[in-house]
């Protein structure tokens, strides 16, 4: 098991996981899973040629301006972001809801028709850095909503408030450093950084996250401890009679992830939930043929405690969802190479 990184931490027996090997491991590491009679497949043969692939960016995106067929840098986000609030003064309100570990700013873009407490849909993307896909998803939401006209009526009624990168520390190291950093940038006695999404202060630590600083799914030494969830925090709170949906992007997966992450009993709303759920697949499945799993998070994936989505279901915000999109920055794609007859793997990395 030398040199293999576990890519996500399933926490029942029966449930996948994908655990990245080095080549040198993999004959042994096989042997292994053979040995023991448990079924896999490559989901991935070469992961450093996709990472290389997707970080040889030759041509940088203009100033101000946006990109779907490159990954941006936080600084180019936000200039966009900026350049929005400019061009758009009469809808676009651009927030600095705080700052992160290492003094970024946490930017919050409001879309508004104007008028004060409106209903709000909230979102946020990329409290876990390595998921690349999660931002360029929240930027898109925003690029149509506010430069694509006919789009206006979706705000007319309802405010959006978005936040494209909540954890622009650990989004920065994984483009200079380590691809596949989750966690915040805080440092610890031994190591780094701390698992956003199991620092709320909802059952926190209770399950399905860890004590352990240099695991990923550390919870933090105590709940929110973190700028950027305090961020989250305090912001929700001084909105929480506006919120009345709220999102948290992540990836891989297909699946929206309704409360609760630390028990397996279905919130009082949950026939709400899953009818909301139902109309996000099918609009997403009449583009483009997929089909997400709309379930609990408990129930879909694991536990988990401490998260975001179960923290503001217990504020009262009852539409709440975790989105775990597909396929995530690195492109990962289950390959057609088969070894056994193990599952379909579509594991989200929430
Ligand atoms: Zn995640």
Not at 38 to 59: D, G, L, P, R
Not at 132 to 148: D, K
Not at 158 to 186: C, M, Q, S
Not at 315 to 324: C, H, P, R, S, V
Request: net charge negative; charged share 20%; glycine share 8%.
């Amino acid at each position: 098991m030398n040199a293999s990184i576990f890519w996500s931490d399933s926490r029942q027996l029966s449930r996948p996981v994908d655990i990245m090997v080095s080549p040198l491991g993999q004959h042994e590491f096989e042997d292994a899973l053979e040995f023991n009679g448990i079924s896999y497949h490559i989901a991935v043969s070469n992961v450093a040629k996709i990472v290389n692939t997707e970080s040889n960016i030759e041509t940088r995106v203009e100033s101000g301006n946006i990109t779907f067929t490159e990954f941006m840098r936080h600084d180019e986000i936000n200039a966009y972001l900026d350049q929005l609030a400019v061009n758009y003064p009469e809808i676009v309100t651009k927030e600095v809801i705080g700052r992160s570990f290492e003094g970024r700013e946490l930017i919050l873009l409001r879309i508004s028709s104007g008028g004060s407490q409106k209903p709000t849909i909230f979102a946020e993307a990329a409290i876990h850095a390595r998921e690349w896909i999660a931002p360029p998803v929240a930027l898109y939401t925003i690029n149509q909503l506010v430069e694509n006209p006919e789009n206006a009526g979706f705000y007319q009624d309802i405010d959006w408030a978005i936040i494209p990168v909540l954890n622009p520390d650990g989004y920065e190291y994984t483009h200079t450093t380590d691809r596949f950093w989750r966690k915040t940038r805080t440092p610890g006695t031994i190591c780094h950084g701390v698992d956003g999404n199991r620092n709320f202060d909802a059952r926190w630590r209770e399950t399905g996250a860890s004590a352990w600083q240099c695991d990923n799914t550390y919870t933090g030494h105590r709940v929110f401890s973190e700028p950027e969830t305090q961020a989250i925090r305090n912001y929700i709170l001084s909105h929480i009679e506006d919120i009345k949906l709220f999102l948290d992007i992540h990836s891989f997966g297909r699946w929206l992830l309704y409360p609760y992450g630390y028990i397996t009993d279905d919130p009082d709303n949950v026939d709400e939930l899953r009818t909301l759920g139902q109309l996000f697949n099918d609009a997403v499945y009449s583009v483009n043929g997929e089909n997400y799993t709309v379930v609990s998070f408990a129930n879909g994936l694991y536990y988990a405690a401490g998260t975001s989505v179960d923290w503001v279901k217990e504020q009262g915000i009852d539409l709440a969802y975790t989105l775990e999109l597909p396929r995530g920055g690195t492109g990962v794609r289950p390959s057609s190479r088969r070894y056994s007859a193990g599952r379909p793997r579509d594991v989200g990395r929430f």
